[in-house]
Nanobody, 123 residues
């Protein structure tokens, strides 16, 4: 499975962005997908994740109430909508897929990783 993340950019605080993760590979529809981020000088941290069906989601405490997923297994895409963005959300965002149907907030639980997309939130 290869993953391609897109949708990053520059947005003002309070604004929204929609990140997209596009996949290749026949088994993608059976995989949970997660998003992680890494800010300059900091370690990688969990953002949010969604199950294979889209029916179950997980979110970091910092993202509670500010995110939503949409998943289209036929098109092999997962979109993460992020709202009410804050300057501390500035980071490189990575999508990842795991060979399991349910999501996990643990990075080591993911088997495939895409390249990052930069999100910058100005104050």
């Amino acid at each position: 499975v290869q993953l391609q993340a897109s949708g990053g950019g520059l947005v003002q605080a309070g604004g929204s962005l929609r990140l997209s993760c596009a996949a290749s590979g026949r088994a993608f529809s059976n995989f949970a997908v997660g998003w992680f981020r890494q800010a300059p000088g900091k370690g990688r941290e969990f953002v949010a994740a969604v199950s294979w069906s889209g029916g179950r989601t997980l979110g970091a405490d910092s993202m509670k109430g500010r995110f939503a997923f949409s998943r289209d297994n036929a098109k092999k895409t997962v979109a993460l909508q992020m709202n009410s963005l804050k300057p501390e959300d500035t980071a490189v965002y990575y999508c990842a897929a795991r060979r399991a149907p349910l999501p996990t907030p643990v990075a080591e639980g993911y088997d495939y990783w895409g390249q990052g997309t930069m999100v910058t939130v100005s104050s």
